[in-house]
């Protein structure tokens, strides 16, 4: 299941009695929020009057007189607009939905099983920490934020409640925490990256895994020319323990795990960001375009707002839950984030030495062990689940996490960094009253999670290019591959200085683009900050279309953003119909046919998308099916990166993926992809009819915008649509073709677009992929929803003036 469904799970408590009437006599009620007409609320704690103008589309822009004010505030509206959100992702980040919606089925378990993972990861106890060090103003400021989520809470009940026939529990200041973690831990993706070369190991052997899924980076462009001019080796990826040790596991045990399951879909998050100097612009000044890719959900996963206070004036989008803005402009700069894909955890393969102990560099270590206790409603009460979780003094055991997927594995432990959620929102306060790139770089440098990359520019005209987060220094290996525990002369050394980190800085003629690439070839850092990321397809396009300009403006970079070329197929494409010249299938052929007249675009209309995406999907599969458990087969086909990968193995007919261990033929990459083609053409013709014209990618790329309960009352449902793109297109709709159901489906992509012309700072663009309003059935729902999908913007309003005149709605919040 999408994270949409992840935190959306199906609830079929109370719902049954449910109907669209009751809740619309529900929204009748005088209680209901309201953003038209005037309106005032008296809050308790106010020191000042705050006002809150909403414009045509319902986004708040908020007035205080103080910061402190201002918070209050903002908890008040996300309270009011997102509470039912907000309470699935801090219980998603704690493990505790199983308290609030029972057991449910949840991606490839239920709530029960996603919650024990969950609270495995030791959330609670970081949050615990961190509340322990908070300091006297942030205390302060997030305190007000939760007293006003808590007020609106009290005033304006979220239906689902009463659906479910519960009373919710008020916000508190680690829920704050647990939200950040949560949009962390979503797109850091390194660990999964060394979990799946673990996988093929163990089922390959040490030496075909790295044929498979080498531990080498990305050979396309960067964001950042190269520092060192001279290349230096990289440290090894898989340290001779640890092939040692994986030799002599797969000789005791046989290279087939067994799993009793895969790993759940792990959310996660990728982004496009790019930035030109103002000669490249029609209007002399830089030009900023961003859209972060997360999780398609509704409502939205994001949350527009302006916020207003003495020393800060700033619009932007956050997630429910965080009161600052994540991403926006004030009156001075304007920023974007993307992923940086930095490599911030590790795996250790942990060797157990008898007695309860395992094995790490100076002899024998104890292992710790606690237990949780899930809380799983029922109809009469609770029942408990308890569970042990064990840890070295690496980090918790991911057998513990996933024991479905590695019932069978060695014990592995994963070791990171603190959360710094205190840091990290006072970093983002900061930037708020930035004046310029270089404040704003500085305002983000305590940053410690998630590692992201800032694309900015600012009314001076300096645009610039830098990641911002915690990256801890290694010593004696690359960090893609699990270590072994017990190996000597190896660790961390503290963190990346953040002024070693790649980054750059320029002027009128600068461009400057990231789009989860590397920001520079690994070789080329005296300190290594990645080996790891997205491949270069989306930043070469993104690139190719700026150069195809001499100057730009919003429009021309509306257009890039729309962009739906696959650069994956301009890869993979050659050597693929090269091979498909030597099929003899009447079917296969008639693939190959589709392939030669696509315009390697995917749009919604495409067929030639639709062959290209089924046959890529069915090589892969066939590939690995007949060497890997499925499993740990679906598992690594539906890692987003996995796919870097694969892509390589085209370029070489003779790869041994290729060979079937289980046949006395040494297959090649062409009898595979005339097999593949073959399939495909059968599968496009079960799926989707008989008739080739009819095969239209939007049909198999289908987005689903549904309400957590939207399977009891589909009332509370968008339509679903037909979406372009694909993965690696600019416009990234990302589908995952592990999946036995829906592998085209659409999951992740732009949750909102934004465009900033700094010469006109004051009249932005933006669109997010629903709308303001979380209340089912309402004006703001998802009325931004049809702009979205056709690549449109709305103006992202930011003048006082324009603002009190054009508002449709007015709320004074009253001491």
């Known amino acids: 299941m999408e994270m949409k469904r ?85 219980r998603y980040a704690r493990g505790r939905l199983s308290e609030l919606l029972g057991r449910q089925p949840a991606m490839l378990g239920d709530t029960v099983d996603l919650d024990s993972s969950m609270r495995a990861w ?45 009373e919710p529990e008020p916000w508190r200041i680690g829920d704050t925490f647990a939200v950040g973690f949560m949009v962390g831990w979503a797109i850091t993706h390194n660990w999964r990256h060394e979990l799946c070369r673990l996988l093929l190991a163990l089922e390959l052997g040490p030496s075909m895994a790295e044929r498979v899924f080498p531990s080498v980076p990305w050979s396309g462009k960067t964001s950042l020319a190269n520092r060192e001019r001279i290349a230096s080796p990289l ?165 513990d996490i996933y024991p479905k997927l590695l019932s069978n594995a060695p014990l592995l ?8 959620a205190a840091e990290s929102i006072v970093a983002l306060r900061r930037a708020a009253s930035a004046r310029n790139v270089d404040e704003l770089r500085d305002a983000l440098s305590t940053i410690a999670s998630p590692v992201n990359v800032v694309t900015a520019a600012d009314v001076e005209g300096n645009v610039a290019l830098f990641p911002v987060g915690k990256v801890p220094l290694r010593r004696g290996y690359r960090g893609t591959f699990p270590v072994p525990s017990w190996t000597k002369g190896i660790g961390w050394e503290g963190t990346l200085p953040f002024e070693q980190m790649p980054a750059g800085r320029g002027g009128p003629e600068a461009v400057f683009a990231h789009s989860n690439n590397l920001l520079l070839q690994p070789e080329h850092q005296s300190t290594l900050f990645q080996v790891d990321s997205a491949p270069s397809y989306r930043l070469e396009r ?90 740990v087969a679906r598992y690594l086909l539906s890692f987003r990166y996995f796919g870097n990968a694969a892509d390589l193995w085209f370029a070489d007919e003779r790869h041994p993926v290729w060979d079937d261990p289980n046949t006395e033929k040494v297959e090649t990459g062409p009898d595979v992809w005339c097999a593949a083609a073959s399939e495909a053409y059968d599968w496009l013709r079960r799926n989707l009819g008989e008739e080739e014209g009819t095969w239209r990618w939007g049909r198999l790329h289908v987005l689903e915008r549904q ?53 006109d700072i004051y009249h932005a663009r933006w669109i997010v992929d629903t709308g303001t309003s979380g209340w089912p059935l309402t004006e703001h729902y998802g009325d931004q929803a049809g702009i979205w999908l056709d690549g449109d913007t709305i103006p992202m309003l930011f003048d006082w003036p324009e603002i009190t005149a054009q508002s449709p709605g007015y709320l004074l919040l009253s001491p």
């Open 6 to 90: 992840l935190l959306a799970i199906g609830v079929c408590l109370t719902l049954a009695s449910c109907s669209a009437l009751e809740y619309l006599q529900y929204r009748a009620a005088p209680d209901s929020p309201r953003d038209r007409g005037a309106g005032m609320v008296k809050m308790e704690g106010l020191e000042g009057p705050v006002e809150v103008w909403f414009d045509r589309w319902g986004i708040p822009h908020v007035r205080a007189g103080s910061e402190y004010d201002l918070m209050r505030a903002t908890g008040y509206l996300h309270g009011r607009e997102r509470f039912f959100q907000m309470d699935l992702l801090r």
């Open 122 to 166: 030791g959330v609670e106890r970081q949050i615990e920490e961190e509340l322990a060090g908070l300091d006297g103003e942030l205390e302060r400021l997030l305190q007000a934020y939760a007293n006003g989520v808590n007020q609106a809470l009290r005033r304006h009940l979220p239906v689902e409640y009463r659906l479910l026939g519960v």
């Open 235 to 399: 440290p090894p990826a898989m340290l001779p323990q640890a092939v040692e040790f994986l030799e002599n596991w797969t000789k005791a045990r046989g290279h087939r795990l067994f799993p009793k399951g895969t790993m759940p879909y792990v959310p996660g998050g990728a982004s496009n960001g790019w930035v030109v100097g103002g000669a490249r612009s029609v209007s002399g000044k830089p030009l900023l375009a961003g859209d972060p890719h997360l999780p398609h959900m509704l409502p939205s996963i994001v949350f527009q707002q302006h916020l207003s206070a003495p020393g800060m004036d700033v619009v932007g989008v956050t997630v429910p839950g965080i009161p600052y803005v994540l991403m926006g402009h004030n009156e001075r700069v304007a920023w974007t984030l993307t992923a940086a894909v930095a490599d911030v955890t590790d795996l250790y393969i942990e060797k157990q030495a008898g007695n309860g102990l395992v094995l790490g560099p100076s002899g024998p270590e104890p292992v710790t062990r606690r237990e949780e206790v899930i809380r799983v409603r029922q109809d009469s009460g609770f029942t408990e689940k308890r569970i042990v979780v064990r840890s070295s003094r690496r980090g918790t055991f991911l057998n």
């Open 413 to 420: 432990s994963i070791r990171s960094l603190p959360l710094g």
């Open 542 to 631: 993104i690139l190719e279309l700026i150069d195809a300009r001499k100057k730009h403006d919003l429009g021309s970079f509306a257009a890039i953003q729309r962009d739906v070329f696959v650069g994956r197929a301009k890869k993979v494409l050659p050597p693929l119909l090269e091979g498909l010249e030597k099929c003899s299938d009447t079917h296969a052929k008639r693939i190959a046919g589709l392939l030669r007249r696509w315009d390697g675009r995917a749009s919604a209309d495409s067929t030639g998308a639709s062959a290209f995406f089924v046959l890529w999907r069915q090589a892969v599969w066939q590939a690995l099916s007949g060497r890997l458990s499925e499993p």
């Open 707 to 759: 309400h957590p309960f939207g399977g009891k009352v589909p009332a509370f449902n968008l339509e679903p649509v037909d979406v372009p793109g694909g993965m690696e297109t600019v416009w990234k709709a990302q589908f995952e073709p592990g999946r036995e159901e829906g592998p085209f489906r659409a999951r992740y992509g732009p949750v909102m677009r934004m465009l900033v012309d700094l010469a």
